[in-house]
């Protein structure tokens, strides 16, 4: 069994910064990409940021949207990543769910997903 808990959402007012952490935990034999995607009532999942392993050159992809103000990072002793936001907006309200694509020793399963965590903005 392998499992993603997201910590860190919560309230925050528009220019202040969230930090989102995500563990990966289980028979866990290597870790790929590990992203954070988002989620608004009536819209789709859309990808926030992505890094890839160290393998693969540890490279990151960023939405437009959060180019700048956002920074992705992983800690591979840990199985987590982190996503650093700062300067939020109101439209970054959204339910933030971690993404990992995780190699396990007891399935063949591939891509698995946090339970989700409320990130809200005030204006």
């Known amino acids: 069994q392998v499992q993603l808990v997201e910590s860190g959402g919560g309230l925050v007012q528009a220019g202040g910064s969230l930090r989102l952490s995500c563990a990966a935990s289980?028979?866990?034999?290597?870790?790929?990409?590990m992203g954070w995607y988002r989620q608004v009532p009536g819209k789709q999942r859309e990808l926030v940021a992505q890094?890839?392993?160290?393998?693969?050159?540890?490279?990151?992809d960023y939405a437009d949207s959060a180019k700048g103000r956002f920074t992705i990072s992983r800690d591979n002793a840990k199985n987590a990543v982190y996503l650093q936001m700062d300067s939020l907006k109101p439209e970054d309200t959204a339910i933030y769910y971690c993404?990992?694509?995780?190699?396990?020793?007891?399935?063949?399963?591939?891509?698995?997903w946090g339970q989700g965590i409320q990130v809200t903005v005030s204006s």
């Open positions: 289980g028979r866990i034999f290597s870790i790929n990409a």
């Open positions: 890094i890839n392993s160290a393998s693969r050159g540890g490279s990151t």
């Open positions: 993404n990992a694509h995780i190699l396990s020793i007891a399935t063949t399963q591939y891509d698995y």
